[in-house]
């Protein structure tokens, strides 16, 4: 814009020379004034660069200092010092995870039948130990309550037991179903109970002598996804692929209720407030709420993104975490109902998500055989939520502090 002006400028102060050059009386002062005014031009066109060399050199520096600042930001968040664990990446696909209840141990099944044993810290991971222990897939460990034994089933159909320390074979069932075992769950210190493929759960005691079960059911008609008790023991809450969850008496060992039938995999299975709720998941990426003991039907139903939550874990009273099949990981409140965000992300879809003895941690599986942890400590300020308007879309993208990925808003709050 500048010099289109110039170069006007200066064309008319060349007309108006050359008219005064043909005035004889005047050519004197025509010359004069003609030179005064090509000195004002050149006068004008030296202050006019002079200002646009100036303001470019500011802009320049404006952006080198703005860039310098986001290097700066980038550079101290790559050099924050470490909360959680570096990630583990397997070589094979990753079935199952499972911390020890009391030591800084992370059991990991795979789909070759071994389950490795990592310690962990902020610093590094370290594989302790390596048991090669089914013929096929390892689908389901779990660490007794005292953490001195380590349980795991399999596609192979049989149930191992194991020395969690020196990793030697303490039981073995070999034939404990008629078909391939999906999942596991610890009852008490003597007490275990297994879930197949085809819907039977049998129940089994660590001090018989034999390898015969102690209890055996089948109500559901597709595999037994998910398998949870609470403190007293009472009942054994099963979900199932059919849609339905079971309830077995313990103490009588007898089926307690059956619940209806969802039009949706039930998948996974927790227990919070106190234990007198029941939280499940759905192949459909709902959260159903069931008030303990009564199983029958759900007392609430959260709706959420539309993907398949494969696994969940309760982290405090009000608060669940949902390991999707997108690769998020999403934290939800449930008393008021509020999705807080995304915990942390996988490339693939995450399989399965354990809670580490401290209750610091979180650990999530994906598809991409790898595990990574997730600082979960803030979730403390999370606890109590207010019930004013929300927007619900705009929570299921924020991302919570523990996530790989920052708010924009959040990452570049310093430039402002």
Known sequence: MCQTKHHQDQESSEEEAVHM???????????SDSSSDNEDVNGNESSILDNSESDIEESQEIEDKEEDETIKAIRNENQRERDRPPNIQCEDFITDISFHPHNNLLAVANIVGDVLLYQYS??????INTLELHTKACRDIEFSLDGNLLLSTSKDKSVMISDAESGKLVKFYENAHEV???????IDENIFATGD??????????REKSDKQIYKTKKNEDY????VTNEPKKYLVCSSGDGSIISIDLQNRKVHMQSEEYEEELTCLGVFRS???????????????????EFGLHSDIF????????????ITENIVVTACEDGNLRATHLFPHRHLGVVGQHDLSIENVDICNTGQFIASSSHNNDIKFWNIQYFEDFEKVNHKKHNKKKELKNNLPSSNIKNASEFFSGLC
Do not use: Q, R
């Open 122 to 127: 902020n610093n590094e991971n370290k594989l």
């Open 21 to 31: 050059m043909s005035n004889t009386d005047e050519s004197d002062v025509s010359m």
């Open 180 to 186: 391939p075992i999906y999942c596991l769950s610890v």
């Open 303 to 314: 709706p959420g993104p539309k993907t398949s939550i494969n696994a969940l874990i309760p």
């Open 224 to 227: 037994i996804s998910d398998m």
């Open 275 to 293: 234990e007198t709720k029941l939280i499940s998941g759905s192949s459909k990426g709902k959260l159903f709420v069931y008030n303990w003991e």
């Open 197 to 206: 493929d085809d819907g039977t759960i049998k129940l089994w005691d660590l």
